[in-house]
């Protein structure tokens, strides 16, 4: 049996790692350094172009949870950031240049795969496409002329996602505009006015992710930061993405000066989403701002807002539950292609599509794993969103199911989250140990 990987990224390198050690030759393919990007450095595989940290190790923190499902699953990447860890208290962070050393040695000596340096600009069959955030223009555009041009998207405009648990509701109300649809299917945030200017000058004065050069993008008019917003004049949120007309708070029956609304990620409503804010603002400074809104004083982000370059599939909309073309089940995508967000997540969608790849190709179905586990839950978000409004998504808690019982303490609650998950997958593993090949 053989198969190609298209991309010597995280995910690539995981897809083709897991293929092999299931008995499938692979053909990796990996454009560098016969054609350049614009942030890459060397022509190692598994190169980290951003942050060294791969985060949290902790199982009470989401990605730690996910790095310990992987380890279930023998993770190729995960042990290489083991044997090149450098300090960073709780969180895994390695030194570039060995980890990328290291992932290129021991694929490299796999007997079972070949690494090809040259760019592909068709679509393999059977084969995994992995090529992330930086795919090049013509492989973009063979995914587009197969898939749908409008199906892939070329930059992310992201608002953050809080944690149902930690607003309080005391303050918000929930209401539709104009009792549209549902009636109450938003939560809204009321302000005054001395603590609307109050908002506005302080998103105004906090500071901006930067990121990149091959990062720069030239916003569009529907998709500016919210803070670029905030800069036209301190009125313009107020008759933008804060307008309060038709939203008057029941409680008063009036219209409070300005509104931010909250909107639900999923059914289980434990994921609210922050309309319109979309922004640029660093991690800490998102913390500081998001935090002066009403009722949001304590609350927990689950995703970071961003605006920056990315390709990606509307993955819901175009591909099958274990992330195939829906024409043909041997054709799957890996990676930040399909709308997950991180070097862990990334890795770990190309080990699921390695074991599914070599199930297909050795006669058995395609699984996923448990929707308690981190990865079951973050895969099947990503084919199950809402396609018309699907962006990327990085593992949370808030992807998990409830508990059966109400759990008030955080951490306890986290850590049963996490007891439950790791006990699902290791039965998963052991269910995948008899794939045929």
Same mark, same amino acid.
């Given at each position: ?40 450095? &060397? ?39 083991? %044997? ?16 990328? %050393? ?15 340096? %040259? ?49 309080? %509701? &005391? ?9 549209? *649809? ?27 992710? $930067? ?9 569009? $008019? ?17 008759? *933008? ?37 979309? &922004? ?14 009403? *009722?949001?004083?304590?609350? $927990? ?39 997950? $967000? ?55 808690? *808030? ?19 996490? &007891? ?18």
């Amino acid at each position: 049996m053989n198969a190609a990987v298209v991309g010597g990224g995280l995910a690539g390198c995981e897809a083709a790692w897991t293929l092999a050690e299931s008995g499938v030759t692979v053909t990796l393919y990996e454009m560098r350094p016969k054609v350049d990007t614009p942030a890459h450095q &060397t022509d190692g595989l598994a190169e980290l172009v951003c942050t060294n940290s791969f985060k949290s190790t902790e199982t009470a923190n989401a990605h730690g949870l996910l790095k310990a499902e992987l380890r279930l699953l023998g993770s190729l990447l995960m042990r290489v950031a083991e %044997e090149t860890r450098v300090p960073a208290g709780a969180a895994l962070a390695v030194d570039r240049a060995l980890f990328s %050393e290291g992932v290129t040695k021991a694929v490299r000596s796999h007997p079972n795969i070949e690494v090809v340096c %040259e760019e592909i600009t068709t679509l393999p069959s059977p084969g995994i496409v992995a090529t992330g955030p930086l795919t090049s223009d013509s492989l973009a555009a063979a995914i587009q002329e197969r898939l749908g041009a409008s199906h892939l998207a070329f930059f992310d405009s992201i608002a953050p996602i809080i944690l149902a648990d930690s607003l309080d %509701e &005391t303050v918000l109300y929930r209401l539709s505009r104009y009792g549209k *649809g549902g009636g109450d299917d938003y939560l809204n945030a009321p302000f005054d006015r001395e603590r609307y200017y109050a908002f506005i000058e302080a998103m105004v004065a906090a500071d901006q992710y $930067e990121g990149h050069d091959f990062d720069k993008i030239a916003y569009f $008019e529907g998709c500016l930061p919210v803070e670029e917003m905030a800069r036209r004049g301190p009125d313009t949120l107020r008759f *933008g993405p804060m307008k309060p007309v038709g939203l008057p708070d029941p409680r008063t029956g009036q219209e409070p000066y300005a509104v931010m609304q909250l909107r639900s990620e999923d059914r289980a409503g434990q994921m609210w989403n922050m309309v319109g804010f979309q &922004t640029r603002l660093r991690t800490g400074e998102q913390r500081k701002v998001f935090r002066l809104i009403p *009722g949001l004083e304590n609350a $927990e982000m689950l995703r970071w807002g961003s605006v920056h370059r990315n390709t990606y599939l509307n993955t819901p909309a175009v591909l099958s539950p274990h992330l195939s073309a829906r024409d043909d089940d041997r054709l799957l995508f890996a990676g930040q292609l399909v709308g997950v $967000e991180g070097y862990t997540e990334s890795l770990a969608c190309g080990l699921l599509c390695g074991i599914n790849l070599a199930r297909i190709l050795g006669g058995a179905e395609p699984l996923l794993p448990p929707e308690n586990t981190m990865l079951g839950s973050l895969v099947r978000y990503v084919h199950g969103a809402d396609p018309k409004k699907f962006q990327p998504m990085n593992a949370n808690f *808030g992807l998990l199911p409830p508990l059966p019982n109400k759990v008030r303490d955080k951490r306890k609650k986290r850590e049963a989250l996490a &007891t439950r998950a790791l006990e699902a997958m290791a039965e998963f593993a052991t269910r995948l140990s008899g794939v045929p090949t």
